[in-house]
Every structure is written in C-alpha cells, then in structure tokens.
C-alpha cells in the first residue's frame, strides 16, 4: 500500500512534520476536532474500507472504539453490521475528494450484473441450506448476500489503492482455494480441492443422519435435488457466462495496467525529449543530437525489446544509479550527486524503482531549479530504499494540474504497481524529497508477463573491492 | 574565533589561486606548496591550524604528508581534498588522520564551513565519505571479518550514527540533519566524530585492505 503523504518538509524554519501536515490540509485539522465535517471514509487510516477511520473522524471518536462498536454491532445484528459497513464503503466518498464508488458503479452495468448474479446464486444455496436444516448460521449468512454484491462494485469500481487492500485481505483465501497460479502446483490444489469437497460431502451427509435420524426421512431430498438440477440447467448458462466475463475482466484489468506502463515509458522517453526540443529549438546541433538519441532508445525498445533507459540484463542498482546520475547531467545540465550503499542485481521491481528515480530526478532537474540534486540509494535485507532530494523552490502538491503525469504516474503509479512506497515531501520554496521503498525478495503482486521478466530478485552481490555490500541489520550496538 | 590559518597542498596551481581567492575572505591562507616534500617542509615551518591537502600528489598520496607531519606536530589538522571519490584514496587519507574529507566540487561557503569545522577539532564528511563508510560498516560482516577483533566496539557503528551517515550521504547539512533527527547540531558533530575515530581505528577488513592497498 502506498500514498504520498503531503508535508512541509526541510524547511530552514521550524521544520515540524506532522503539525505541518495537518496545517496544510484544513479539512481534515477539522475531522479530528469532529466538529461535524461532511462523512468522508478516511482511505489513509484504513483497515478495510477507512469507513470506522472516518466515522471515528467525523464525530471526534476514538479509532478502536468505533472499531469495537463495530464488531459488538455485528455480533448483536448477526451480521448485518457488516453489510452495512460494504453499503457505508460503497456510498460514503473517500476524504481525498472525488465520488463516491456507488456514484461510480451506477454505470458499471457489467458490474451490476456480475452482482446480482453472484447475489442469486448465494441466494438459491441459502434457500436450499434453510430448507434442510434451520441453523442459526444461515441467519448470519444472509446479510452477506448484499455484502458479496456490494464487495464485487467495489472491488470494479474502486480506486487502484483499495484494490490493492482488498486483494492482499484475500489473500489467504485466495491461497487456500488455488485461485492464485504458481502459490501451489495444479497437482497439489487438485488435491487440496478434492479434500475439501470429501470433507464437506462426508460432513453434510453426517449431519444429515444425525439430524433426521432414519433414511426414510431423506425422502423429500430427492425433491431438493431435483429442484437444483432444474435451477442449475435453467440458469447455468448465465452464471457460466459470468464466469466467462470474470476471465475476460482480469484480461483486461492486465491489459489497462501494460497500458499504462507504456504510456509511462512514453512519457519518460518521447515525450520528455519533445518538450527538449521545444526548448532548445534554436540549437539546430542539439535537437538532432536529442532527436538521434531518441530514435536509438526507441528502436531498442520497440524491436530489441529493451525499454528505453532501463533493464540491462545483467546491470545492477548502483549501476542503473549511476546511469540516470550521467544522463540526467548530461541532458539537463545539472549536477547529480548519487551515493550507493551496497548493491544487488536488478529484477523487474528495482527496474522500475529506478524508472521511478529517474522521473523523479529529471523532475527535479526540470522544475526545482536546484544547483546539485542528490540521488541516495541503499539496499537493506527487506527492501530499497532511494531518495530524491533537492533544496530547491519546491512545489504545492495540490496545485499540479491532472495531466501531468511525471509524479502521478511515472513515479507513484510505478512504485504501487510493484508493491512499493513512494513519498513525496515538498512546499513551496522548501524543496522536494522523494522517498522511494521497493520491497526485494518477492515477486511482483499484480503484473503478470512484464516486459524482460527475468525471476526473482537475486541475492546481494558484491563488488570487488568493496565488499560491504551485504545489507545490513540491527547487530549495531547503541 | 580568529579566521583559522590554513595551507593549501595541491599539484594544481590554477586550483589553488581558486581555493585561495575563493576562501580569502574566510580564512587565512598562509602557505601554500605543490608536492609532499615541500609541503612536509612548509607546514612545519608555519605550523597552520589546517592543512587543505590534495589525496593525489605527483610525489606520493596525501597521506605521505600526513603522516610526516603527524609525527613532530600532532596538533596540525588535515582536511582532505580530492577530485577522484575512490573510496581507497580516501579512506586511506582518513586512516592516515586526516580529519575529513571533501569533494572537490564542493561549495566555497560548504569549504569554509568544513575548514573551520576541522579546525575546532570536529570530522567533516563529504556525501560519498558518508556512503563508503555505511558501506564498510555493513552490519553484516563478509567473511573475513568473521575473525576475532580486539576491539569489537570499533568496528560496528550505532544505529543512530547509522542515520546520520544516511542523511549526510543524501546531501543533507549539520544543520538539516540536527532539525531532521531532533537533536542538536553538537550531538550531530559528536556522531560524525565518532564515526571518524572508528573509521581511523578499526580493524574491519575493507578498511584495512583499502589502506593497504593505497600504500602499495
């Protein structure tokens, strides 16, 4: 999970973080006080939906204390709490601004007939349920039914962040039922689904003995069984092509995130070098020079397969380091002072750690007007970190206009799509730090089939010479 | 405190009328010398409060100076000047004695500063210094430090001038990094000096095959 967190920062004057932060965001100084700001969920303090969090900030309550009303609520309305809190996440707008996910999921008709469909079939296995025994579990199970509706809008419809809150909650079920490729072998979910369904088979079956006591009673099951066949033929086909429909959402949900790492690189390379050339139309030598190197990057990437600028197959971070230092000092002009702090082979989520830099140094060499800005990267047993740090003007984040894409995207949406954290403390005239954390060590979450994909992350290596390079952890005494 | 007395030793001519029309105003420039013989001469003579020494001399290292000098006049200061940043060159000046190290792209207000820093007796760290030493200083040893030290203190650093490595690596000033860390700028200087007796003084095997090495 990741946000950037907005707040003065390196400030020559009474640099305080936090009083800061809640300063320059009023509306939220506001919500802590609780003096009755308009519901908003609070996605920044969120264990689910941030939907406690901002009940907890509107009326000035204390975050547990709502939380454990909560869980009491659901105790007492069996259940129903928890479909209140979907249908809550669902209508109440999250506090950074925008509409609502309900707003958002009225046209998303694929999306409401995924729901109900899903909603019918929960609702003819309850049925079912309830004809053959009255267990005080399926007075729990039925306010689900809108909680699972309301989950699947959610889960089309909300921001890529919550996505990524609601895919690592299911996580674990995803594990336990195979839905994951590569977390199990085919052979081993095979088994682990056929001892499920025994399980249950047997258990049901025992349960039905013991509940009815003679076989003769079993009679009206036959019934039952006959209804759900009919119900299976009459409406399999449609949950069949819901299913189908799951495929092809997940298709395309990978086919948006290629897209936009495209769009990212050509934003990085074309785009980057068109606004050069704008600059320096006078220089008839340099706008050839820019243009010839343009054109080199671009063949590589497009027929060699190589992005622009990044993933040599055998180059290391302190290497890819090294190269943005070079070529943002000799396409901008300024100077970029980059320390390394132990090094390790690169894979597909410290490449786009580095593109990440890179953005966020050609940014700083573009806009921050600094006279040196300094690149740090360090590897640590768990993770890498990198800052971006220059002392120039600064920038007042919410004043960047939608399209431009530099931080948004190439820097923020990169680091999220790989699990990784990017952070950006910036005012005006107070300079900018750009934090960057990629976890190493496992694989990337959501982007199957990368470009160049080359395994897992390999472990440190070490330079000749040089051989501190193994990260390092807490052994130091204090 | 009076403008510290300062000589400057460096190959470089152009160099020095710059370092010297540059920290004129900051310091008082008494001498200055091109290669380690005069320099060793010249600085016993005048007996400055610190010495601007270039690592690379056509007559040896820097550090062929230093320890000539260290000898008769252990109260001379030595600030480390060099264009190169490898890490042997400067570590190997640092293990000499010498007080700190800079870049020699280095601001004329940052030199003045780190030449009147050394003077009263604190370390000064260039960003690259900073990195190196984290580096040296990897909490997980390679083999060869695996060997019994006599010292163990010394070869491992604090979490805490762990950080302020961190941040002097990432560019950040004294100043900056005392705000940062919400401790004085006294504390900061303590932790660099710190660090700097343990880089002269451990028996950490990077370190000492980088000095060994320079020598050679």
Not at chain 1, 7 to 25: A, F, I, K
Not at chain 1, 157 to 174: F, G, I, K, S, V
Not at chain 1, 422 to 441: D, F, N, Q, R, Y
Not at chain 2, 23 to 46: C, F, N, T, Y
Request: a positive charge; hydrophobic letters at 45%.
């Amino acid at each position: 999970m990741s946000r950037i967190v907005r707040s003065g920062c390196l400030g020559h004057d009474g640099y305080v973080e936090h009083p800061t932060r809640w300063r320059r965001d009023p509306a939220r100084f506001r919500h802590r006080e609780g003096d009755g700001g308009p519901l908003r969920r609070d996605p920044a303090d969120r264990l689910g939906g941030g939907v406690a969090s901002g009940v907890a900030a509107w009326k000035g309550f204390n975050v547990t204390t709502v939380r454990i009303a909560f869980v009491l609520l659901t105790v007492v309305t069996t259940g129903g709490a928890v479909a209140a809190y979907v249908l809550a996440w669902l209508v109440i707008p999250a506090a950074g601004g925008g509409p609502s996910i309900g707003v958002k999921a009225r046209s998303d008709s694929q999306g409401l007939g995924l729901a109900a469909g899903l909603a019918s079939l929960l609702i003819l296995v309850l049925l079912v349920a309830a004809a053959l025994s009255d267990s005080w579990l399926i007075n729990w199970a039925w306010p689900q039914v809108l909680s699972v509706a309301g989950l699947v809008l959610i889960w089309r419809n909300a921001p890529a962040d919550e996505q990524a809150t609601m895919r690592h909650l299911l996580q674990p079920l995803e594990a336990a039922t195979g839905v994951t490729a590569g977390v199990a072998t085919p052979h081993r979910r095979a088994v682990l689904r056929l001892t499920i369904a025994g399980l249950l088979l047997l258990g049901g079956v025992t349960w039905l003995f013991s509940v009815h006591g003679s076989i003769a009673l079993l009679r009206p099951l036959g019934g039952v069984a006959l209804v759900i066949v009919a119900i299976v033929l009459a409406l399999g086909p449609w949950w069949l092509r819901i299913a189908r429909e799951l495929v092809l959402e997940r298709q395309a949900r990978v086919r948006a995130e290629e897209r936009a790492d495209i769009a990212a690189r050509v934003h990085d390379s074309v785009l980057q070098t068109l606004a050069l050339i704008q600059r320096r139309a006078d220089d008839p030598a340099k706008v050839i020079q820019l243009a010839r190197l343009q054109e080199r990057e671009l063949r590589s990437w497009l027929f060699e397969g190589r992005a622009p600028n990044e993933l040599d197959a055998d180059l290391t971070l302190a290497a890819g380091v090294r190269q943005i230092q070079q070529d943002v000092e000799t396409r901008y002009g300024v100077p970029v002072e980059a320390v390394t702090v132990g090094d390790t082979k690169l894979d597909d989520n410290l490449s786009a750690l580095l593109a990440a830099a890179r953005e966020a140094t050609i940014n700083a060499a573009k806009w921050s007007g600094a006279d040196v800005i300094s690149l740090f990267a360090e590897v640590e047993p768990a993770e890498v970190l990198l800052v971006v740090r220059d002392r120039g003007q600064g920038f007042d984040p919410e004043a960047v206009p939608a399209d431009r894409q530099g931080l948004a995207e190439s820097v923020h949406g990169r680091m999220t799509r790989r699990g990784g954290t990017a952070t950006v403390s910036t005012a005006v005239g107070e300079g900018t730090k750009v934090t960057l954390k990629m976890p190493i060590g496992a694989s990337s979450p959501a982007s199957p089939g990368g470009p160049g994909g080359h395994g897992g992350t390999g472990p440190p290596i070490k330079r000749g010479g040089r051989g501190g390079s193994s990260p390092r952890g807490k052994r130091a005494k204090t | 405190m009076s403008a510290p007395r300062v000589v400057l030793v460096d190959d470089h001519g152009l160099f020095r009328s710059g370092v010297r029309a540059e920290l004129g105003r900051e310091v008082d420039v008494v001498g200055e010398a091109d290669d380690v013989q005069p320099a060793i001469a010249l600085i016993a003579a005048l007996l400055p409060d610190v010495v601007l020494l270039d690592v690379h001399l056509p007559g040896g290292g820097g550090q062929a100076v230093i320890q000539a000098v260290k000898a008769g006049h252990p109260q001379v200061r030595f600030l480390a000047l060099s264009a190169s940043d490898a890490p042997e060159d400067v570590i190997a000046v640092i293990r000499a004695g010498a007080r700190g190290y800079v870049t020699k792209t280095i601001s004329t207000a940052e030199l003045a500063d780190a030449v009147r820093r050394v003077a009263a007796g604190d370390a000064v760290f260039s960003h690259r210094l900073a990195g190196f030493v984290l580096d040296a200083f990897a909490a997980t040893p390679s083999a060869d430090d695996l060997k019994p030290s006599f010292d163990s203190e010394l070869d491992q650093l604090t979490n805490r001038e762990r950080e302020v490595l961190r941040l002097i690596a990432q560019g950040y000033t004294y100043k900056e990094i005392a705000r940062e860390l919400f401790i004085s700028v006294k504390t900061v200087e303590s932790h660099v000096s710190s660090v700097l007796r343990k880089l002269q003084l451990s028996t950490r095997h990077q370190l000492t095959r980088w000095a060994a090495e320079r020598r050679l």
